[in-house]
């Protein structure tokens, strides 16, 4: 049973608007979050963190918003650009461990 | 600085071939990590290291055998290739367990079909 959810496989957002992508998590020891982007061919980039002590962190153009009582985080890309096509994954630590836990990517395409 | 390097890039084995995936880091971090990528299944966790000379299992490590011999290097072998093997590999390091502080770093992938 997947721990780290993201619902949405694809996700088609128009240059400039808002893209949103969600992610649900069911173990209430995930202490850290963690966004990373991946492109064709490349690894996947770390691009943006949240821990649970807070609602929201923001860098730049990414905003990641957390919900604790709802077990659910999402990054908020303002405004979106075609570069930001892309594989995103969400990620979850949990309290005292080491090993990330990633949900299985939604890929998010900026259409110019 | 070229960061995880990951070698070969592409691989078809057939059933019962064995090989070793080589990730090499040059930022002197402790922690290293191989992971697996197949569609749906986001990455999962095969083996990692919190230090030279140590392995751990990970969540995904049945046909899988590790190494880290050196600190900077960190082998993945598969000792007898299954269909079921066929996957995205990714190598991972960070300076020490992930936080904060210490995001993971990954190489560009081993893409490997097992026929």
């Known amino acids: 049973d997947q721990q780290v959810k993201q619902n949405s496989p694809s996700l088609s957002v128009q240059e400039g608007r808002i893209s949103i992508l969600n992610c649900d998590y069911t173990?209430?020891?995930?202490?850290?979050f963690l966004w990373y982007k991946k492109y064709p061919a490349e690894g996947p980039t770390f691009l943006i963190s949240i821990s649970s002590i807070k609602d929201k962190n923001e860098d730049g153009r990414f905003t990641v918003f957390l919900n604790k009582s709802a077990k659910h985080l999402s990054l908020h890309i303002v405004p979106s650009q075609p570069g930001d096509s892309a594989v995103y994954f969400c990620a979850a630590l949990p309290l005292y461990g080491n090993k990330l836990v990633f949900g299985a990517g939604t890929i998010l395409r900026v259409k110019s | 600085n070229a960061g995880v390097t990951q070698t070969p890039k592409f691989r078809v084995l057939k059933t019962g071939q064995s090989m070793t995936l080589l990730c090499a880091q040059d930022?002197?971090?402790?922690?290293m990590y191989w992971y697996r990528q197949d569609p749906g299944m986001g990455l999962r966790l095969i083996h990692y290291?919190?230090?030279?000379?140590?392995?751990a299992k990970g969540e995904v490590p049945d046909g899988y055998n590790v190494s880290r011999l050196k600190k900077q290097n960190f082998l993945l072998g598969l000792e007898s290739a299954a269909p079921s093997q066929t996957s995205v590999y990714f190598c991972a390091s960070s300076r020490q367990g992930v936080n904060y502080n210490s995001p993971l770093h990954f190489g560009n992938g081993t893409r490997l079909t097992v026929t």
């Open positions: 173990n209430s020891m995930f202490d850290y």
């Open positions: 930022m002197n971090h402790e922690y």
């Open positions: 290291s919190v230090g030279e000379g140590t392995t």
